[in-house]
Antibody
């Protein structure tokens, strides 16, 4: 059964870089059928898609965050990572890693499964 | 990309049916049959309930159904049960090859 687990610092200072890693177990991150996502949820608010990466390294980002975000993949470790630069208090959120199916014909990008989430607080 | 529009809250009594709407544009909801719905209980990760507008993953109750008309998708829950009380989010694929979520709807079972 596929499982995803986020890891990284729970506290980041303003203006610094938020870094998280998602470790995938139960399946290969190199599967051609899936993309790997980062999604966040500020406390008490809704979900925001941050971006996706394919095992080849091809990335897609939310335009509102694109200038500050980098998502990378390490197929040898079955992991993918998120870096968010120049963070502010507005970046405080639970960060989820997840997987979505590749769009193909009648098959769309269902996000499933999700990791348990990792709370990152931006504060000095 | 702007978030899809959902009502902030809906409510219903046990056994009743409720519908949650999700309105986007022709560049997302209206342009593709790629709308998904997610259920999120407090402190938990979201769970996929509906994909590709109206398909249910294995293990999801058939009390959950989805549909779409134009730029608006809908999630219907029939035979409301106490455990259905949760937040619900819609999501759509977009013409920019990205994903966008709705603002979320809090379902209260009275």
């Amino acid at each position: 059964q596929l499982q995803l687990q986020e890891s990284g610092p729970g506290l980041v200072k303003p203006s610094e870089t938020l870094s998280l890693t998602c470790t995938v177990s139960g399946d290969s991150i190199s599967s051609s059928s899936y993309y790997w996502d980062w999604i966040r949820q500020p406390p008490g608010k809704g979900l925001e898609w941050i971006g996706s990466i394919y095992y080849s390294g091809r990335t897609y980002y939310n335009k509102s965050l694109q200038s500050r975000v980098t998502i990378s993949v390490d197929t040898s470790k079955n992991q993918f990572s998120l870096k968010l630069n120049s963070v502010t208090a507005a970046d405080t959120a639970v960060y989820y890693c997840a997987r979505h199916t590749q769009v193909a014909g009648t098959r769309g990008p269902a996000v499933d499964p999700w990791g348990q989430g990792s709370l990152v607080t931006v504060s000095s | 990309q702007s978030a899809l529009t959902q009502p902030a809250s809906v409510s219903g009594s046990p056994g009743q049916s409720i519908t949650i709407s999700c309105t986007g544009t022709s560049s997302d909801v209206g342009g593709y049959n790629y709308v998904s719905w997610y259920q999120q209980h407090p402190g938990k990760a979201p769970k996929l309930m509906i994909y590709d507008v109206s398909n249910r993953p294995s293990g999801v109750s058939n009390r959950f159904s989805g549909s779409k008309s134009g730029n608006t998708a809908s999630l219907t829950i029939s035979g409301l049960q106490a455990e259905d009380e949760a937040d619900y989010y819609c999501s759509s694929y977009t013409s920019s090859i990205t994903l966008v979520f709705g603002g979320g709807t809090k379902l209260t079972v009275l």
